[in-house]
């Protein structure tokens, strides 16, 4: 099986990394998002954002347990396949100490703040959660590029995770069960992942190596502060609001935040299966890499326009529809996050493509700038404009981060990406006018429209071009 996956080429393996883990995604997202909405209804705004909470306190300590050091993992194995018990056997060691160093860090930390005893119970319940996550194998099937199995455990976990929700939580009263019920499903994906490992490569044994850890950091550390700045600018609003505007704040906040969390899965999905190509092309010295990131930032750009158009005049139904009339307050600032979520998709390569070339030090600078631009403007706008104002903070942040990026990049190969726009644009305008005379329609319906109407006209500008698609998915190594 492996050696028939080896000889595909490069743009057969993307295309069948996307659609398989396209098809789990979409499948484990919308399990996912439909046990969100249901505890979102049951646990009421406030208990919601009292798991968000907790949830954003827990990012923060998970930082610690990968330090750059997945990220790090998928380059390497992709680049050279041979060397994948190393790589295994050293950072899952190092993950695991850092782990359990972390989760004492954590309960040193509740300990201290100032939260009712089932509020911090429901915390440490959260950050058991660490430990499946330090021992998961993810990294490892995303940098040999089989991302399906990563697509069906996702699905596994969700669920079990759904099921044990719907069987056992229908009152606040049953919420410090949510995590535990998260944990166990956790495990459970840990587990077939291992087994899958295992079958195919052996057994992996715990390595405590000093000098390999330290050549591990060293290399992984610029990605890891990458990474803590980029959680920062994630979930700092989310803290602050759980601090200076009380759970109900958070919970609205977060309910629109999930929303964001669905539609950025497909950009998740495109990220992880070409970060893995993009950075072996670089070390082979392939001349098509400058096409390949050209060609992903304008499906970025064609994806993006859209979304934020649409977004914003389908914001209020999609609320009512999905969390019902309770959550209306938070409509507002998931149109602020729509369009965070169209500069996610302009922004799909820049990033990516300053690790797998191996420019980690403006990688950093990148995500430093922008978790700088949102700490500032969080605490400027929280206290005046509540979610809305954390909603526009994260906003200008990925703006701020675009730009960086985009500016880095351009230094290595050249990328002009003004004339993408255009296309997208005037498509997005033509699919805003149905939009707008059949607003009375179910939510459903107007996506369903503005889509089969923004793919039509497109496809008129000749925004979509066949050839360029040929090329891309017939690009040989």
Same mark, same amino acid.
């Given at each position: ?79 050279? +396949?041979?060397? %994948?018990?190393? !790589? ?5 060691? &190092?993950?695991?100490? =850092?782990?359990? /160093?972390?989760? $004492? ?14 509020? +911090?119970?429901? %915390?440490?319940? !959260? ?5 499946? &996550?330090?021992?998961? =194998?993810?990294? /490892?099937?995303? $940098? ?31 919420? =410090? ?301």
């Amino acid at each position: 099986m492996f050696e028939r996956f080896a000889r595909l080429s490069t743009g057969q393996k993307i295309v069948k990394n996307i659609l398989s883990l396209t098809a789990a995604n979409i499948v484990s997202k919308l399990i996912g998002f439909v046990t969100i909405t249901y505890l979102a209804r049951v646990l009421s705004v406030s208990g919601f954002g009292q798991i968000s909470f907790a949830q954003a306190i827990i990012s923060y300590f998970a930082l610690f347990t990968n330090l750059g050091l997945t990220t790090f993992g998928i380059r390497e194995v992709a680049r050279d +396949k041979k060397q %994948i018990k190393k !790589y295994v056997n050293n950072i899952l060691t &190092l993950r695991i100490v =850092l782990t359990t /160093v972390s989760f $004492g860090l954590l309960l040193i930390f509740i300990a201290f703040i100032n939260k009712p005893t089932n509020y +911090k119970a429901l %915390i440490a319940f !959260y950050g058991l959660s660490l430990f499946p &996550l330090a021992l998961s =194998l993810d990294w /490892v099937f995303q $940098g040999i590029e089989r991302m399906e199995l990563i697509g069906i455990a996702g699905i596994l976990r969700s669920v079990t995770y759904a099921g044990l929700v719907f069987l056992f939580v229908n009152s606040p009263s049953r919420i =410090l069960n949510v995590p535990l019920f998260a944990l166990a499903a956790s495990f459970i994906m840990i587990a077939l992942l291992i087994y899958i490992f295992v079958k195919n490569h052996g057994w992996f044994s715990f390595s405590f190596n000093w000098t390999i850890w330290k050549e591990f950091l060293i290399k992984a550390l610029p990605m890891g502060f990458a990474f803590v700045m980029i959680q920062i600018y994630n979930n700092l609003d989310s803290v602050m609001l759980g601090f200076m505007r009380g759970d109900e704040a958070i919970g609205l906040y977060s309910a629109a935040y999930k929303i964001v969390i669905l539609l950025t899965a497909l950009r998740g999905i495109l990220v992880s299966t070409v970060f893995p190509i993009l950075s072996r092309a670089y070390v082979t010295r392939d001349n098509d890499l400058p096409h390949m990131v050209s060609y992903g930032t304008r499906l970025g750009i064609t994806l993006a326009i859209p979304l934020g158009v649409g977004g914003t005049l389908l914001a209020k139904p999609m609320v009512a529809w999905i969390y019902g009339v309770q959550y209306e307050g938070c409509v507002l600032a998931l149109q602020v996050l729509l369009w965070y979520t169209a500069v996610l998709f302009i922004n799909l390569l820049f990033p990516q493509l300053l690790n797998a070339i191996n420019q980690q030090k403006f990688y950093a600078v990148v995500t430093i700038a922008g978790a700088v631009v949102n700490v500032i403007f969080n605490f400027l706008l929280i206290p005046r404009n509540g979610i809305v104002g954390a909603a526009i903070a994260t906003l200008l942040a990925q703006v701020c981060v675009l730009i960086a990026a985009y500016t880095f990049a351009r230094r290595f190969m050249r990328i002009s990406i003004a004339r993408f726009f255009w296309k997208p644009a005037l498509a997005s305008l033509v699919m805003a006018i149905p939009l707008i005379l059949l607003q009375r329609l179910q939510v459903l319906a107007l996506i369903a429209i503005g889509t089969v109407c923004y793919t039509i006209v497109l496809w008129l500008l000749k925004g979509i071009s066949r050839a360029e698609i040929w090329r891309f998915l017939h690009y040989e190594e």
